[in-house]
């Protein structure tokens, strides 16, 4: 490494501080991104509603307790019933410089026999690897509307250095987040407790904040789907979502909070 590159990494690590510190300066700003929505359906409960529409109705339900009980500024990638490519929601998600993203989706199981049985709750963060077999099916379901491949950019040395510095950072807040959110999600829903899990969903990848992947539930179970449709089930997991986002960043404004200068004792004469 060059002197000069030693000179800046200590900068460039104060300068890349965890965004969601930001937070402790302004009201928060949060970025809740409905997954799927217009020729994207995603998944099917048995009776035929549609994950899009799903996710959209919690989603809006997570803004309104942000905005009441945090003070949130709080931005959503769609607020209706349109198609928006993942590449998109990204773009979307870092222009507005968010603390935090938030991806509210319902999973499902492919055969008839693991849709009636595999039900329960998941909030994901980003890896280049899947936790398990589960977390790699889930993650395919959902990258099926990526594009086939991702242009790839010229990174000098110092461009490594930033991207590696903010990544780290960013990947330490989002488990952050995700532990801080999944155990209420659990205790509010009553519902199984499938994990915090990690894996390489593109919708997280390339968003500049800590972001978190939630999987409310299987809609594709018949009692769990069911669930997900009615107001006040939905209602508990926004509440509980919030708790958690609420959580998260008290435990950020008092990390990154600067620490007053110790008081010296005066002197005897």
Do not use: W
């Not at 509010?188 to 407790?193: I, V, Y």
């Not at 435990?251 to 620490?259: L, M, Y």
């Amino acid at each position: 490494m060059t002197s000069r590159l030693r000179v800046l990494v200590p900068c460039l690590a104060f300068l890349l501080a965890p965004l969601a510190s930001r937070a402790a300066e302004r009201p928060a700003r949060i970025v809740v991104d409905p997954g799927h929505g217009g020729a994207q359906d995603g998944a099917t409960s048995p009776t035929g509603v549609l994950e899009k529409d799903i996710a959209l109705q919690i989603a809006q339900r997570v803004r309104e307790h942000l905005e009441k009980e945090l003070g949130a500024q709080v931005l959503m990638t769609r607020d209706e019933d349109v198609s928006l490519p993942l590449p998109e929601r990204v773009e979307f998600a870092n222009k507005q410089r968010p603390d935090l993203f938030l991806s509210i989706h319902c999973n499902a199981m492919p055969t008839k026999r693991t849709r009636a049985r595999v039900q329960g709750l998941e909030t994901y963060f980003l890896s280049a690897s899947a936790s398990n077999a589960t977390a790699r099916a889930a993650a395919d379901r959902e990258n099926a509307e990526a594009p086939a491949a991702r242009a790839s950019r010229g990174d000098s040395t110092l461009a490594f250095i930033l991207d590696d510095l903010a990544r780290t950072e960013t990947h330490q807040d989002s488990s952050r987040l995700a532990y801080a959110i999944h155990p209420k999600l659990i205790a509010a829903s009553g519902g199984s407790d499938r994990g915090v899990l990690q894996a390489p969903f593109y919708v997280l990848n390339g968003v500049e904040a800590p972001a978190v992947l939630i999987e409310v539930g299987y809609l594709s179970h018949p009692e769990e789907g069911s669930r997900l449709t009615r107001a006040d089930y939905q209602e508990k997991l926004a509440i509980a979502i919030s708790g958690g986002v609420k959580a998260f960043l008290a435990e950020v404004r008092k990390r990154d909070a600067p620490r007053s200068p110790a008081v010296a004792a005066p002197t005897a004469p």
